[in-house]
Nanobody, 123 residues
């Protein structure tokens, strides 16, 4: 069994920054491909970013390109998102998830999900 824990959410002012982390424990061999999704009130869950085990060439949603950066520390089984220039539109619950498909943008490709962490960017 694999568990994902995402501390690090919070409330920031617009154009502020925040770092989210996702720590895997248990069957960490299943955490090679990791994605982040966000779920805002009244909207469907949306893809944010994804990274493979090697960390190279991650994918980003167009809405976060040049503002968010994903990275990972395999020794700690942890993946991070550096969120810069946050906008009120980024306000959502952010979930990390792992799956077998490399850099998938589809939530259906991910099997294990974290509990989510709230990010709120005020105007």
């Amino acid at each position: 069994q694999l568990q994902l824990v995402e501390p690090g959410g919070g409330l920031v002012q617009a154009v502020g920054s925040l770092i989210l982390s996702c720590a895997a424990s248990g069957r960490t061999s299943s955490s090679h491909n990791l994605g982040w999704f966000c779920h805002a009130l009244g909207k469907d869950r949306e893809f944010v970013t994804a990274i493979g085990r090697g960390g190279g060439s991650p994918k980003y949603a167009d809405s976060v390109k040049c503002r968010f950066s994903i990275s990972r520390d395999n020794a700690k089984n942890t993946v991070y998102i550096q969120m810069n220039s946050l906008k009120p539109g980024d306000t959502a619950v952010y979930y990390c998830a792992t799956g077998k498909v490399y850099l998938s943008r589809s939530s259906k490709a991910y099997r294990y999900w974290g509990q989510g962490t709230q990010v709120a960017a005020s105007s």
